[in-house]
């Protein structure tokens, strides 16, 4: 083991090699031109008017209105993620005027954050060649970009988990001194925010206890004395974690049954009504796709340099796959948790780049070799399916569909004012219009009323409220047949002012 140890550290030479200035400011402006191709890739179709994932941004976005009109999360608001990924946005919501565009910033300005991790991580993991290609290959990522563009929790979990894994890296190379401090304190605090972004992060506690593991053994080697000094920074990476789970909590303590009955509870219920399909299908056709051959090929190389630093990233990879197989039920964009240990995967294949002819015919460099290689085809694919998803937002934004859309939404601003309520299961309709739903009702899906967290009498409870002006059925989630008694109800206290086809009306309170 301390053969293997000794290995892995030589690896790491470079990273105490003097950097010149010119070379600090050559590797700075090179981070910065791709962040800021990185921001004008995200804010590109930024403002599309429909809602990217059919449903879940809506919801996000009535939820973010709440919040603005002085609501609390879980009682009365009903939120069903960990609490850090709507606050995570909230500040540029309400700093750049409450629309649908600055709410989808604020999930650009943290998935930056992924870029910058990443950058961290290829530096850690291959010094600075494995920066400059790990960050070209997050940034040229179709679902990564996705996911930095659209209201949903994956975005900012994803950008936590990131910086987590690449200060935990970091931390293994320095664990002492300020350094070592610094890097196990920013670990733990981006991994807290993670987990409380969404559970899905719970995958990234694999590698990161695995490195605090092997920090644990490497104490055991060395002389009693000197083993509470090599703790210190573990100790405080700990006490980060604990004091911000706390602070984290705090608001939340006199709702703790609202938090775990939308967290927790509602997501375990989730399950047990939705009808099982297995994901294997899914799952394998993910991982053949060009990224994951190059994160196989890259923990092949790793292996036989007999290089252990993959095993944490092994472990990551295989804690996200059995998540997603487990998802019920698993949407494609589902599948950017487990982007970032790709990644750092395929970075694992690199090595020095060699300088002449001679040296690019040793089986070292044969094998940095192959790993470009496949760097180059996943960026590649990468960028035209990024081109092509372009040309379809663009597509979409003048559709017929989008279009009636926002007609809905004026018929819905005519007939109800900024201070009334809509019911409804267009959501984000309701957010074109300006207007709110009742806090309770920010989501009305399928799943919450399959799950009997919502039901007719809660409806019909809400819809007597004064402040409820009208009731827009737009999706057809409000056509469930468990809402029978709620659909009767409405024609004695509601009369329709609009018909869109098939189960899509607007109906306004009879006065």
């Not at 565009?101 to 291959?126: C, E």
């Not at 350094?179 to 899905?200: E, H, N, P």
């Not at 809400?462 to 809402?483: C, D, E, M, W």
């Amino acid at each position: 083991m301390n053969t293997v140890l000794s290995n892995a550290t030589s690896t790491h030479e470079h990273t105490s090699t003097p950097m010149t200035r010119k070379k600090l400011l050559l590797i700075g402006g090179a981070l910065l031109v791709l962040l800021i191709i990185g921001l004008l890739m995200r804010l590109y179709t930024l403002g599309v008017p429909f809602d990217r994932d059919s449903y879940d941004e809506g919801v996000y976005w009535q939820t973010l209105r709440s919040l603005a009109a002085g609501s609390a999360l879980y009682h009365p608001t009903f939120y069903s993620q960990p609490p850090m990924f709507i606050l995570s946005i909230f500040p540029t919501y309400l700093l750049f005027g409450q629309t649908l565009w600055a709410a989808r910033l604020g999930i650009v300005l943290v998935s930056l954050l992924g870029l910058v991790g990443v950058f961290l991580l290829g530096y850690a993991l291959r010094g600075w060649i494995g920066a400059f290609i790990a960050l070209p290959l997050l940034l040229l990522a179709p679902l990564y970009l996705s996911a930095s563009q659209t209201i949903q929790a994956e975005g900012p979990q994803v950008a936590f988990s990131i910086l987590a894994v690449a200060f935990a890296y970091l931390w293994w190379l320095k664990p002492s001194g300020w350094r070592g401090d610094l890097y196990a304190a920013l670990c733990t605090l981006t991994l807290t925010l993670s987990v409380f972004s969404k559970l899905f992060a719970l995958a990234t506690l694999v590698p990161v206890c695995l490195l605090a593991l092997a920090h644990l053994w490497r104490i055991r080697q060395q002389a009693t004395g000197m083993r509470w000094q090599a703790s210190r920074s573990l100790l405080i990476g700990i006490a980060v974690m604990v004091i911000a789970t706390l602070l984290i909590m705090l608001p939340y303590l006199n709702r703790l049954g609202d938090f775990w009955s939308g967290v927790i509870s509602f997501h375990t219920a989730a399950s047990e009504v939705t009808g099982h399909v297995s994901n294997t299908g899914k799952v394998v056709r993910f991982f053949i796709a060009p990224l994951g051959i190059a994160a196989l090929y890259g923990s092949i190389v790793a292996l036989v340099r007999k290089d252990w630093r993959v095993v944490p990233l092994l472990g990551w990879a295989l804690a996200c796959a059995i998540l997603l197989w487990q998802q019920e039920p698993l949407f494609d964009h589902h599948f950017v948790i487990v982007i970032p240990a790709l990644v750092a995967l395929t970075c694992m294949g690199l090595g020095p780049l060699p300088l002449n002819g001679q040296q690019w015919r040793q089986p070292s460099a044969l094998l940095t070799a192959g790993c470009l290689l496949l760097v180059l085809i996943s960026i590649g694919f990468g960028a035209r399916t990024i081109q092509l998803n372009y040309r379809h937002l663009q597509t979409q934004a003048t559709s017929a569909a989008t279009q009636g859309t926002l007609r809905t939404a004026h018929d819905l601003q005519q007939v109800v004012s900024p201070d009334q309520l809509v019911i409804t299961d267009g959501q984000f309709v309701t957010g074109l219009a300006g207007r709110n739903t009742p806090p309770e009702l920010v989501d009305t899906s399928s799943v919450r009323i399959n799950t009997n967290y919502l039901t007719s009498d809660q409806l019909i409870q809400q819809a007597s409220q004064p402040k409820v002006q009208a009731i827009l059925f737009y999706t057809g989630r409000l056509t469930n047949s468990r809402l029978q008694a709620f659909r009767d109800w409405i024609p004695a206290h509601f009369r329709k002012v609009h018909s869109y086809g098939k189960d899509s009306s607007l109906w306004v309170k009879i006065q």
